[in-house]
């Protein structure tokens, strides 16, 4: 094995990695085909897992070896969540990650990466005078540095009306690297993960099941057990609707773990449980939505790459620029030409939602509309300070903004006046006489779930409550 006598930095690393070195990343079927009709109450299920996120895969994977019937319930018909990687046809070997990008949770693994990113370059950005940002985080900072940093994506937290506390981390000094940093990615795409998770605890046992295009309502305690009431969703062209004459579904189970983020949490309705109103207040105050948007660019040639520069942070509303890479089998070469957070989402959310649409080859949610294209190539011009006519046109393109249901955001961030650790102890058994739980990355202290690792382990968290947590097969290698 790869990392045979290596000791991995944290535990979680470990389990997930040994197991999905086993296993490839199979065809995993997310068509719903392993769905089954659930009006039948015949039966109760010992888990259901709601929510096929990365969370809710790696709950289901946890829980597999234990002989329960176990279903996960997922609004969408795909497997991933904000973990969602696509391929352009013209480039198939070059992951266009929509969601989550760089991965904390295999750190320190031989798990198959690719280091790409050169991180926190912004913090070796030079201003006019000779200065590393990083610089002023250490000596104070005048207005017009503020105004800056506060534009620039990652810093703005500090900034905004959420909790200083979230600025604590960040503006740690030990916490500044010295030098580039290479960031992890999966080989197979950020989404191999979940679906690889997903694929091993369905061939476990035929007592586990995946049912996709179901959106969890309403939990109400009935007896010692709950029923589960779902709306039936659709998914075309990758956007989830309701059905047309949609059914509500009801399924018995004996357990309940919740793997969804704030917004959809606090759209679910629970009856016969004892959650107290201040626990409602946590939900929907304690963190708020921080929506995010990615724009990728496909090129016949990296036109870029005359400029010698590869990355960069910037304050117009392309954000973040990175260069993903050439095809090996194409020659086509792809640019992550925006990525960001925040207020300038509306603007990206704007131009995106006057049509016409570039010629996707793929065509589906993920195409860029034609203003949104002209709109980044412009500040790509900016960016890059060559002429707008030397950017040829692009070839392929897509889009992801993370601001709607069932996300809100692409991550969270705690807001003034709450206590982190009560709001998580809380939060993870809402009711301490009910067996409902919410492994939610929403609330994870510090940083939640802008890093999975955060939400995973929370995930672990639900699991030590369960008290199934210390009779499953953690694997220290
Ligand atoms: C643009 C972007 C960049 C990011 N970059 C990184 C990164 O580089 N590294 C990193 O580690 N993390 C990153 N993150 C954060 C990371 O994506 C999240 O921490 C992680 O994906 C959270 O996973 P989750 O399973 O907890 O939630 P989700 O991925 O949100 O999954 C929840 C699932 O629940 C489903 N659901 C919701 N409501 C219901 C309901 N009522 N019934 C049934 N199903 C429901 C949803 O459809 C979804 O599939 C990024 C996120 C974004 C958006």
Known sequence: MAFKGQRCRHELSCIIIFDLLLIS???????????????????????????????????????????LSISVYEYSNRVGGRFRTIRFPNSPDINVELGAMREALLNGTDFPANGTFNDYALLHTRTKDGLELAAYFTMGISKEMSDLIRDVVGFRFMFGDVSSANAVPLSNPNRIPTGPRVVQTVKEGMEAVPHTLMDRFLQTSHSHKLHLNRELTKVIRTGATYTLRF?????????????????MLEVCAKKVV??????????????????????????????????????????DTPWWRTTNVTHAETDLPNRQVYDFGTSAQTSTSVLAAAYGDMDIVKFWREVQS????????????????????????????????????????????????????????????????????????????????????FATGSYAPGETDSWSNNALETVERVLKLLSWASSLNALEI
């Open 231 to 247: 709306k039936e969703t659709v998914t075309t062209n990758g956007i989830t609707t309701y059905a047309k004459n949609f059914r």
């Open 258 to 299: 919740l793997t969804v983020p704030r917004l959809a949490l606090s759209k679910v309705t629970f009856s016969g449980l004892s959650i107290s109103h201040d626990l409602s207040d946590s939900i929907e105050n304690a963190v708020k939505d921080v929506p995010a948007f990615k724009i990728f660019l496909a090129y």
């Open 354 to 437: 006057r049509g016409p649409f570039m010629n996707c080859l793929n065509g589906n949610d993920t195409c860029p509309s034609e203003a949104a294209v002209k709109h980044v190539t412009n500040f790509l011009a900016e960016i890059f300070q060559i002429p707008l006519e030397s950017i040829p046109t692009p070839v392929d393109g897509a889009i992801s903004i993370w601001d709607k249901f069932p996300f809100g955001g692409g991550w969270h961030v705690w807001m003034p006046g709450y206590n982190w650790d009560d709001v998580r102890r809380d939060v993870l058994q809402p009711s301490p006489t009910d067996h409902v739980y």
């Open 25 to 67: 990343v199979t065809g995993f079927v997310l068509d719903g085909t392993r769905a089954e009709d659930l009006t039948s109450k015949q039966t109760c299920e010992d888990v259901a897992i709601i929510g096929a996120g990365i969370s809710g895969s790696y709950a289901a994977w946890r829980l597999r070896d234990h002989n």
